[in-house]
């Protein structure tokens, strides 16, 4: 066996390895020039698509080029601005006057044919148009410049012993420089050559490159897909050179494509063709109201009359690719109509682009390729990679050493029970009025009408009326009989509910429409078996108005927020009476998810955006945790209950409510006395705290952070497991909230407006530094010794200490206004994490074969000191915890945590578009035969490396274990079983965020301008 983690470096002894190119950018004059057009058009953007599509095809040695080609709105309101332009396309090789030439044209068919006629139409003064023609006709329209960079090796900061690149190009060079030696070359065996891709949204100014395969289709199974590589340049403390992390992932095609109906968002689409094998060409697919549908002029909410039409830069990519005269619309591409016999035109599928309920007649089957790469595919195109950068010295990354650690994994509180173990118990205690004692197998004991008497009885359910009937409350197989773990959940839920809520009774509401009597009773009765009696709960009727479509609400044709306001004022009564209760109270609400046409019509309509967040905004104004539950769905042909579906949704939601939306962890003491049993007990953290900011969408941002945010702290009593939280916002000055209960915290939240911390970004890096100190330091000067975890995926835009170069456990400074904080923070930990940019391992392995057969009289003993006859490859995730073993005088020392375990276990070896060769047992026989196992189509899980730096800590702590125990609160919350991305607290970002009802509810202005 032998590990490969999916990162290359080089030594730092590299000869030098320099790029030369040119770029591309507007001059200052023609930026302020398409800055006026901007101003004065009454759309979004200026037609710069064409140019895009120009460009990918007339620029052949181009590296990159900008999705909006340095025409975006940002870009052009800061046209007045002194800065300089950008570029916004980097060319590889070529001259001036080669550029020059190949420019002039297509800019003059550009200006032409598209923004003369795109100025006419938006009233434009024609004199911005002639000035800009005048400044081409100049050679003044556009800048080359001459750039040069030293991909590798790279240089380090003399302090920290961190690499830093040589020049400003060199992220973004190196990306393209490996990108280019791997285009045109076979990495993934039995497809063809891997291709570049040169306008892609987000990657233009990161250290970024991708790749991506022509389309693949699997026999008997719908869809197709591309493999995408991503290449990705980054760094990590104390290491002297860059590593080039690989990512493999799919990237699915639609096979067709109906009229927009839920998601106007546009759709990114792919054009491959052979005669260029190296490159493909990015086009974009928007929704348009169909102007030759008088249908809808007069009605806004009528979705019928939009459709998907091809942006311009298709256009420009048919006439410079010889596609044929005629039109197409995105369902015809997604067709395959667009493709010819050397090009292949594809569009981007989408989850969620067209959401559509299971009354829905005209919906497709599922979609067949799920999302994933199994572990061999990525290891075939790694170690080919490899190979091919093997001879320019760029070589595996090899400098980690794993720790040893055990993490024993009690799952008993996030066990989810099977159906016939739960509704057994269930109706075993509404019969018995019992609530811990059960009878294993309850139903065995029953026959058909007995079990039909009691759903009946109890939930208005029918045993023919569920999807397998009988069969679905037998126990065989997968489905074990769980009394026992049945019994251990409800005893450490109503511990959960003690811990959390001592000498209280919190108040669950289930809140559910008419049409769902079925699913209250059912909720209501399990959640009194699950968690006894230190819960009330009351089921009611939802509020009038507060759910369903649009159409059929009040204010339709209001915009977002207004809408949004007339739903909190449909919850209002019902929330007072909430407030009135003054008790720890949660509400989950059982809706659905698409409505009856109000019209009459024989169509859906999806619920109204807004009435989630409205809901949840109203709710917890009064204190109140809220959750949503889809009711049980049904199978479309017999029309039958997908019960066992909804007992495990229904559990999860309740979890998480109950215990996610509190902040509760389990056993912290526990985990805190294990890792850290080295330290004398009182020298151990009494809190764990976690500092991070809140954005709208999760995860690191690529760019900037923007200005809408809430910064905030979370922070666990090692001895209590009491979750509290504060925040700080712009007040006018800098305001920082007391600490206080996640029930106060989701009241406080959901009515702060706006999120912000100040509109400066000085202002705002020196309050975010200030709120990180006093949160600190407080805890410190308290004698709590904390264990401070704070996530620079994006907080490192605003307190720099945090970057790779600068992190430095000696030399702890928050901006200039506060240095050396190691010596205030003694007795404290400052532990750096960092979410996706760690490289994933995998362990490559093999089965050993010998060739026998039933006659074979040789023993077991004497094969197996024959050779093998045959090797099977396999591979799989390597798990564990593991440290970069790079020397540096910081005091930091960065480990890798990957998953333990992963969601779903699949059989190794696998490929996901290959026949792979697998053994198959024979029945009462001792050998196994060799057999073909056909391309796996299903979801492929993949675990999530996370990264720990280890930075202050005290002298008797050892990095390792404080890296273990962070690595240990990844798992153990008694509502959540799998691993999670980020380890408590700040994992409990996530429901913050869904309490921020200025991230949730946004106008459609706003909306339509997300691509």
């Not at 920082?736 to 202002?763: H, N």
């Not at 700040?986 to 913050?992: A, D, G, K, Q």
Request: a positive charge; aromatic letters at 8%.
């Amino acid at each position: 066996m032998k590990q490969f983690p999916l990162a290359f470096t080089v030594p730092d002894k590299l000869p030098p390895i320099i790029v030369e190119g040119l770029t591309l950018s507007w001059t200052k004059a023609s930026l302020l020039s398409f800055a006026e057009i901007q101003k004065g058009a009454n759309v979004k953007n200026l037609p710069y698509a064409s140019l895009r599509g120009f460009l990918q095809v007339v620029l052949k040695d181009a590296a990159r080029i900008e999705p909006e080609v340095g025409l975006s709105k940002f870009a052009l309101n800061y046209a007045k601005s002194d800065s300089v332009p950008e570029p916004f396309v980097y060319l590889n090789s070529g001259n001036k006057e080669e550029i020059n030439k190949v420019l002039r044209p297509i800019i003059h068919d550009w200006l032409t044919i598209y923004l003369r006629p795109f100025a006419k139409e938006e009233d434009i003064s024609i004199e911005i148009i002639e000035r800009l023609e005048d400044l081409r006709e100049r050679g003044e329209l556009i800048k080359i410049s001459p750039f040069k960079s030293q991909v590798l090796p790279w240089g380090s900061d003399e302090k920290t012993g961190t690499t830093q690149p040589k020049d400003k190009y060199a992220y973004r060079m190196l990306a393209d420089y490996a990108a280019r030696q791997i285009a045109g070359q076979v990495i993934f065996p039995e497809l063809g050559p891997i291709k570049r891709i040169i306008s892609s949204n987000g990657t233009f100014s990161s250290g970024i490159a991708e790749l991506i395969t022509d389309p693949i289709t699997l026999p008997n199974t719908k869809g197709k897909f591309s493999f995408i590589v991503r290449l990705e340049v980054v760094t990590y403390p104390s290491l002297h050179q860059p590593l080039l992390r690989v990512e493999v992932s799919k990237r699915r095609w639609f096979t067709q494509l109906k009229a927009p109906k839920y998601d106007c968002n546009n759709i990114s689409g792919f054009i491959f063709s052979q005669d260029y094998p190296d490159c493909t060409f990015s086009y974009q697919v928007k929704c348009e109201r169909d102007k030759n549908n008088k249908k809808g002029k007069h009605n806004k909410q009528e979705n019928n009359n939009l459709r998907w039409v091809t942006d311009t830069d298709f256009e420009t990519l048919r006439r410079k690719l010889n596609f044929p005269l005629q039109s197409f619309d995105g369902q015809q591409i997604a067709l395959g109509m667009a493709s010819t016999d050397s090009c292949e035109v594809v569009l981007t599928y989408r989850n969620g682009l067209q959401d559509i309920s299971e009354n829905d007649e005209e919906t497709s089957e599922k979609y067949g390729i799920e999302t994933g790469v199994p572990e061999i595919d990525k290891l075939d195109a790694f170690e080919a990679i490899a190979k091919i950068l093997q001879p320019l010295g760029i070589k595996i990354f090899d400098g980690y050493t794993e720790v040893p650690s055990k993490h024993k994994l009690d799952d008993t509180a996030s066990r989810m029970i099977n159906l016939p173990t739960l509704l057994g118990g269930v109706l075993e205690a509404l019969e018995t009025n019992t609530s811990l004692e059960f009878t294993p197998k309850y139903f065995d004991q029953l026959n058909d009408k007995q079990i039909d008497d009691l759903l009946c009885k109890y939930f208005d359910l029918r045993l023919e009326g569920i999807h397998w009937g009988r069969k679905a409350l037998q126990f065989k197989g997968r489905t074990v009989n769980q009394t026992d773990e049945l019994q251990k959940i409800i005893q450490a839920n109503q511990a959960a509910i003690q811990q959390l809520y001592p000498n209280q009774r919190p108040l669950l509401f289930i809140f559910y429409e008419s049409e769902l009597q079925t699913e209250a009773k059912l909720l209501q009765k399990i959640t009194q078996v699950l968690w006894g009696d230190t819960l009330e709960i009351k089921i009611n009727r939802l509020p009038e108005d507060t759910h369903g479509p649009r159409e059929g609400l009040p204010g339709k044709e209001l915009k977002a927020k207004e809408r949004s306001r007339k739903r909190i004022e449909a919850w209002k009564s019902t929330a007072k009476q909430i407030a009135k209760l003054n008790q720890p109270t949660f509400c989950l609400i059982v809706a659905r998810k698409f409505y009856p046409d109000p019209t009459g019509q024989n169509t859906v309509k999806p619920d109204d955006k807004v009435n989630k967040p409205s809901t949840r905004q109203a709710l917890a104004k009064v204190g109140a945790g809220v959750q949503f539950l889809l009711p049980i769905a049904k199978i479309r042909k017999t029309n039958c209950l997908k019960l066992a579906d909804f007992f495990h949704r229904m559990q999860s939601a309740l979890k998480d409510l109950l215990f996610a939306h509190s902040g509760y962890i389990n056993d912290l003491r526990e985990k805190v006395d294990k890792y850290l049993q080295s330290i004398p007990p009182e020298g151990r953290p009494k809190e764990v705290i976690a500092i991070t900011i809140v954005r709208k969408q999760k995860g690191r941002a690529r760019g900037s952070i923007g200005n809408t945010f809430l910064p905030i702290a979370i922070r666990l009593n090692v001895d209590t497991g009491k979750c509290e939280f504060c925040c700080a916002y712009d007040k006018g000055n800098l305001a920082i909230t007391p600490w206080s209960s996640f029930t106060d915290a989701r009241a406080f939240i959901a009515q702060l407006t706006p999120i912000k911390l100040a509109d400066k970004e000085d202002v705002r890096k020196t309050r975010f530094m200030e709120f990180v100190k006093q949160i600190v330091t407080n805890s410190v000067k308290e004698g709590m010794q904390p264990l401070v975890m704070i996530d620079s995926s994006n907080c490192v835009k605003l307190w720099n200490w945090l970057a790779d170069i600068r992190i430095n456990a000696n030399q702890i400074n928050l901006g200039q206004q506060y240095e050396n904080m190691q010596d205030e923070w003694q007795g404290a930990r400052l532990i750096r994490i960092r979410q996706e940019l760690a490289p994933g391992i995998i362990e490559k392995k093999a089965r050993h074969l010998i060739e026998t057969s039933v006659e074979d009289t040789r023993t077991k003993e004497e094969l197996n000191k024959l050779p093998p006859t045959l090797k099977i490859p396999s591979a799989s995730s390597a798990t564990g915890l593991f440290r970069l073993s790079a020397t540096n005088q910081t005091g930091c020392v960065a480990y890798l945590s990957v998953a333990r375990e992963l969601p779903q276990r699949k059989a190794r070896g696998q490929s996901c578009y290959r026949s792979t060769d697998t053994l198959v047992k024979q029945t009462g026989l001792k050998i196994s035969q060799l057999s073909k196992k056909p391309p796996f189509a299903g979801r492929w899980p993949t675990p999530n490396p996370l990264e720990i730096v280890v930075t202050l800590r005290q002298p008797e702590d050892n990095p390792d274990d404080l890296a273990a125990l962070v690595e240990s609160l990844r798992y153990g919350f008694g509502h959540y079983s799998d691993w999670t991305g980020l380890p408590a607290p700040l994992f409990f970002e996530r429901v913050v965020r869904d309490y921020i009802s200025e991230f949730a509810i946004a106008d459609e202005d706003i909306e339509s301008e997300q691509d």
